[in-house]
């Protein structure tokens, strides 16, 4: 498959560390610009529930308690961007996430533009912490920013919010270190090729939409 399918400007990796609300805003910009927005655990617990080729080798995996190999992650990616709705364009939110990854990538589509969404540690630990989820529908809250109507009651279904294990501040301090340390090297893997934006993620939603917005039209 050749990049050539897609328009320009178009085809965008959205990076971020914990926290930084990359899949509120890859869900928006998929929406603003219409074009499909690919989640790698998405494409995963598609494979895996609808008992493909592939998803039964990354369920092996899994059930064996295993990272899924790079080169299922990416021929999962390939397929998903052969579908009819990618041809507009495409939001990929937690992939790449290695310059393995994004190299193999390369071989697949052009990139248009890399935005690395940046926070002060700080603010990353506040967020996190304070993230409340659905377990029913996925529904995601916060209890300073975006919180429910009824205090730990989901709006959508009224299900009983959570706490994820995996926002507690030692978990998300441990997190954002190995992101760092993780995505630094991704980063200037597409700096030397002139696609990253940075976006600074502070803020409430719409004003960070807008900057996002705005840095993807950008040349």
Not at 31 to 59: M, P
């Amino acid at each position: 498959m050749s990049g050539a399918a897609f328009p320009p400007r178009m085809r965008v990796i959205l990076l971020g560390p914990p926290g930084a609300g990359k899949g509120t805003q890859a869900a928006r910009l998929a929406e603003h610009f219409r074009v499909a927005r690919i989640s790698t655990g998405d494409i995963l617990r598609r494979n895996v529930s609808g008992g493909t080729a592939l998803g039964k080798q990354a369920d092996a995996f899994m059930k064996a308690g295993k990272l899924v190999p790079d080169d299922l992650v990416i021929e999962m990616v390939k397929a998903r961007l052969a579908e009819p709705d990618c041809r507009g364009g495409f939001i990929l939110d937690g992939f790449p996430r290695t310059v393995a990854q994004a190299e193999a990538l390369a071989k697949i589509t052009t990139i248009d533009h890399v935005v690395n969404m940046f926070l002060e540690p700080e603010e990353l630990l506040k967020r996190s912490i304070g993230r409340r989820v659905c377990p029913k529908c996925e529904a995601v809250y916060h209890i300073l920013s975006n919180p429910p109507k009824v205090d730990g009651v989901c709006n959508r279904c009224g299900t009983t919010l959570i706490q994820r294990t995996d926002d507690a501040r030692e978990v998300v301090e441990a997190r954002i270190l190995e992101f760092e340390s993780r995505t630094a090297p991704l980063v200037e893997f597409y700096r030397k090729k002139g696609v990253v934006r940075q976006v600074y993620a502070a803020g409430i939603i719409d004003e960070i939409s807008h900057r996002l917005f705005e840095a993807v039209k950008a040349p």
